[in-house]
């Protein structure tokens, strides 16, 4: 199964639009090393390498349809629980059932890749919420049982129910229309417009507050955030949303303002939610998986938020 070419074709232009960013911000990489060697940009190039493979296999993915594209998605869901089993404390007698929490991902993104949404949004916080303590309640052992359920639970609903809703967009505009051969793009540019905003939310937030930032936010949680930054770049977010959302969704202008200010919101309540956990693990990053930017939850965190609540807003309203 593939996406319909004609849909596609404003998805294709935005993604130009894309690389000639990352053009750009390659170039401005390579003359800051060249000229300013007195400061060390190993990292900035890091992120920069990053980025280049990042949305290359995005981009991959959509090419070859909706059913990679959920593959892809049921793979960033696999590793992302796997970091967050690694740096979040198990019990030893829980080994077993993480087993159970792993299995949750193949059946999840089945539910999606057959439309089957009844299934899809109740299976993790209803079925396997009820099962999984139910699992620990058989192994016997009832010290720190209530802080063990809620770390796997919280798990799943992290890297696997709130990601997966990235996967549906690209099955929402034909929901339970599966016999054809192709499937409408729409799909894939509900899916572009909400991960080139959340993404490009976090780096306007960040250039925000390196300009304007002076008052801190959550010092405890991550210092480096500020009102000014969370302000410039929600409204930033807006602004693209606006200008974005004739082309890639079903929305007015309006609308998506609206929309876009929403995911610059959920965007950073989703990032200072895993610097949370982290801070109270007492970790930098997630992990060490992609260069410059620390592990796939560091990439991802911001997602876990934004996702469900521009989903459920579209399928609502839209679909």
């Not at 059913?67 to 796997?82: H, Q």
């Not at 690209?170 to 793009?185: K, R």
Request: net charge neutral.
């Amino acid at each position: 199964m593939l996406f319909d070419f004609e849909s596609m074709r404003t998805v294709t232009q935005v993604f130009m639009f894309l690389l000639a960013g990352l053009s750009i911000a390659t170039l401005v990489g390579l003359a800051l090393s060249l000229f300013n060697k007195k400061k060390d940009y190993t990292e900035l190039k890091q992120r920069i390498n990053s980025w280049w493979i990042m949305i290359g296999i995005f981009g991959l993915a959509l090419l070859m349809g909706p059913l990679v594209t959920v593959l892809l998605f049921a793979i960033l869901s696999f590793v992302a629980l796997k970091e967050y089993f690694s740096m979040t404390p198990t019990r030893l007698v829980d080994r077993n059932v993480l087993f159970w929490a792993y299995l949750t991902i193949p059946l999840q993104y089945y539910w999606v890749a057959t439309g089957w949404y009844g299934m899809f949004i109740i299976f993790i916080p209803v079925y396997t919420f009820l099962f999984i303590p139910f699992r620990m309640v058989l192994a016997g052992e009832t010290k720190n049982y209530l802080r063990a359920v809620g770390n796997i639970h919280w798990g799943l609903m992290l890297t696997v129910f709130t990601l997966s809703h990235l996967a549906y967009l690209v099955m929402l505009p034909s929901e339970g229309e599966y016999q054809s051969l192709t499937m409408s793009g729409d799909g894939a540019a509900l899916l572009l417009f909400l991960v080139v905003l959340t993404q490009l939310n976090d780096v306007a937030q960040y250039i925000w507050g390196k300009i304007l930032g002076t008052t801190p936010i959550a010092p405890t949680i991550s210092p480096n955030k500020t009102r000014e930054g969370l302000i410039g770049g929600v409204i930033t977010t807006g602004i693209l949303a606006m200008i974005l959302a004739g082309l890639l969704t079903p929305m007015i202008w309006w609308q998506g303002l609206l929309v876009g200010l929403g995911i610059g919101i959920a965007g950073f309540i989703g990032d200072v939610s895993l610097s949370a956990i982290k801070r109270d693990i007492g970790i930098k990053d997630s992990g060490q998986l992609i260069p410059g930017h620390g592990g796939i939850l560091d990439r991802l965190d911001s997602l876990t938020f934004t996702a469900p609540l521009f989903f459920h807003v579209m399928r609502y309203f839209y679909f």
